[in-house]
């Protein structure tokens, strides 16, 4: 059934790219030519869930509930043949992330208390090694891979909102209304890095640099829209958007320090100072509104909390780890090197 009261085309949403494995191809082609997407249902089952392809797929699948794809009709964003292909990886994607966090915490508490009390030995922080060491390259590859969350930075959070009441629901549109520039264009976050990209010379346009991208770094991003799309999951997606506040004014106060260091301009600066302050009280709300209010109300998802915090972490390592293993053996850390 076509829902669209006209077939609309985006005309800002993300570039299409090509494939990176049989499921990422199956869905280019059926986003290219309308049809049904084609593909092996073994090749799902035996598909890496962090690998290209299907961290890709997912991406793709996602990127229909954003802004669209250019060239795509919008009503595929409700394709139920395309619906069934996402939930399929989506399991996958949530299977990974249990078998990978059994141990993980399960209360508030054991999830957040490491978080609040900066470490003493920084030497395996990215953040720490682009202000003491970083140069100019390290800077831009690091927006660059980025881009892809801080160009949506708020968007899948705002999906909780309908679905929080009370003290959680005020406090988390408070914050979001901070995100969103308190009632300017120019001062939404995500104009901010989209100005840090022109100081570094990179194309602040949405999804540019989606080629370039691993799976490592797609994978966060594809956290938060997983969470952020589904009410069952809402809880994890408190427990993302508690983890993202709590742990961003440090490194950002580092990232601020790197850019002032290397010379990247006014605006690649301002992005990261803007953050140190900003979350800085963020964390204070998050904690003892937000997430306070939210167990409240629903006292029973608390695990799923603590849940959303392990598994920003656990990606957040895993991209580092990354980028780490590419700079210190002096190449990129992209797919596709800068021109």
């Not at 990422?24 to 392809?53: C, I, K, Q």
């Not at 959070?157 to 408070?174: D, E, N, Q, S, Y």
């Not at 980028?323 to 021109?339: N, S, V």
């Amino acid at each position: 059934m076509n829902c669209s009261l006209t077939s609309n085309l985006p005309t800002n949403g993300a570039r299409l790219v090509e494939g990176r494995g049989a499921l990422s191809e199956a869905l280019v082609a059926s986003l290219r030519t309308g049809a049904d997407p084609v593909y092996n249902p073994d090749s799902v089952s035996s598909a890496d869930p962090w690998g290209e392809d299907v961290q890709l797929t997912l991406h793709l699948l996602y990127e229909l509930h954003y802004r669209g794809i250019e060239g795509v009709k919008d009503d595929r964003e409700w394709d139920p043949e395309l619906l069934r292909l996402r939930l399929t990886l989506e399991s996958r994607f949530l299977d990974a992330l249990r078998a990978d966090l059994t141990g993980a915490p399960r209360t508030v508490e054991e999830a957040f208390a490491p978080l609040l009390t900066e470490p003493v030995d920084l030497t395996g922080s990215l953040s720490h090694q682009l202000e003491t060491a970083g140069e100019v390259w390290h800077l831009r590859e690091y927006a660059t891979l980025r881009s892809l969350y801080h160009l949506k930075e708020a968007d899948p959070h705002a999906w909780v909102i309908p679905r929080l009441t009370g003290r959680a629901k005020a406090a988390m549109v408070a914050i979001e209304y901070d995100e969103f520039g308190a009632g300017r264009a120019d001062r939404i976050h995500s104009q901010l890095f989209a100005d840090l990209m022109n100081d570094l010379d990179l194309d602040p346009t949405y999804g540019r640099y989606l080629d370039q991208a691993p799976a490592a770094l797609l994978a966060t991003v594809n956290l938060m829209s997983l969470f952020g799309l589904h009410r069952a999951l809402r809880g994890a997606l408190v427990g993302h958007f508690a983890c993202v506040e709590v742990t961003s004014s440090p490194g950002s106060r580092r990232l601020a320090h790197a850019m002032r260091r290397c010379g990247a301009g006014p605006a690649a600066e301002h992005f990261y100072a803007e953050h140190v302050e900003a979350d800085a009280v963020h964390e204070q709300v998050v904690r003892h509104e937000v997430i306070a209010g939210f167990l409240a109300d629903e006292p029973h998802l608390e695990a799923d909390v603590a849940f959303g915090c392990a598994a920003t972490l656990l990606l957040e390592d895993r991209l580092t780890s990354h980028i780490q293993a590419a700079w210190e053996q002096k190449q990129t850390a992209l797919r596709i090197p800068l021109t």
